[in-house]
């Protein structure tokens, strides 16, 4: 596949160090729109982005698990414990 | 597959977080197990890391809940309270000193991804593979889940907690570094590194054949 960056464009390797900042906004103006091009032009750092995105949603999506009626007693116990101490 | 994976648990607002910590003034007691109950998994997760056992993590976290409710009148709302009880937990966590062990280090350094997979001009030579996405294969994205999972078990703790409080709690990369006590570009590193090492884990998985 042709790689159509130019000469201050940046190379793949570049790439994937830059992504988290791409994401995260953390880019300045001119490293955004150097990004932005090698990805308009690359269909394999395409891809990472797209992988990279996918993974931060999986990780996302983590289940959350809740509490059990044991915790929420140990818990309650906790606030009381508190409350008497508060006098 | 990927679209049914994005979906979030219930965002967790301040303003549910402010309405429950008034009653919790007022003497409402279920007002405290609801606000337990809202923050109990993302302060285990993250209690987890810095802890050898999930007994001590569970210590650590009741621990800083009796801290909180102590400190109450402490808690100004400065920043929101989810980063404030973050913060108290870390701290009662780093305290307990099981961690002695642990490297403080930021983390493996070198690059995300392995140079041999570059050419001598940086270009991809082995490129990632296209992830094959079936919106209707509910088996594969409860592996991808578990592997993801795993693979956040195994990153080194700094990275695990970065990446815990910033994509799975959804902090902002401000509160990560409130709650960790790190500066704002080693909260980028780790992040990019955690978050790559990740990728890493799931290409196998994913790559088609």
């Not at chain 1, 150097?34 to 308009?40: L, Q, T």
């Not at chain 2, 549910?16 to 923050?39: I, M, N, P, S, T």
Request: proline residues 2%.
């Amino acid at each position: 596949m042709k790689l159509l960056w130019k000469k201050d464009g940046y190379v793949c390797q570049e790439m994937v160090e830059l992504i988290t900042d791409y994401l995260e906004g953390n880019l300045s103006r001119s490293q955004r729109r150097r990004f932005e091009a090698h990805i308009a032009a690359c269909e394999h750092c395409t891809e990472y982005l797209q992988q990279m995105r996918t993974t931060i949603s999986l990780t996302g999506s983590l289940a959350v698990e809740d509490l059990t009626d044991g915790m929420r007693e140990d818990f309650g116990e906790l606030y009381r414990k508190w409350r008497a101490e508060e006098g | 597959m990927i679209g049914a994976l994005a979906r979030r648990s219930e965002p967790v607002t301040v303003d549910e977080d402010a309405e429950l910590l008034a009653r919790v003034r007022a003497g409402d007691q279920d007002a405290f197990v609801a606000l337990v109950a809202r923050h109990h998994a993302s302060m285990l997760r993250l209690a987890r890391s810095f802890v050898s056992s999930g007994a001590i993590a569970e210590e650590v976290v009741q621990d800083t809940w009796l801290g909180v409710l102590r400190g109450l009148d402490d808690f100004a709302g400065r920043s929101t309270f989810r980063t404030w009880l973050m913060r108290i937990l870390v701290n009662r966590a780093r305290s307990t000193g099981v961690r002695e062990n642990r490297s403080v280090a930021v983390g493996d350094a070198g690059p995300v991804v392995d140079r041999e997979r570059f050419d001598a001009s940086g270009a991809w030579m082995s490129p990632p593979q296209h992830w094959v996405e079936d919106s209707d294969d509910r088996l594969q994205a409860q592996a991808l889940t578990e592997e993801i999972q795993e693979a956040l078990g195994q990153l080194p703790p700094r990275q695990r907690e970065v990446v815990i409080l910033r994509d799975v709690d959804g902090l902002t990369g401000q509160e990560v570094c409130e709650v960790l006590e790190i500066s704002e570009a080693n909260q980028r590193v780790l992040l990019h590194r955690g978050r790559s090492h990740l990728r890493g884990a799931l290409e196998s998985k994913l790559s088609a054949v």
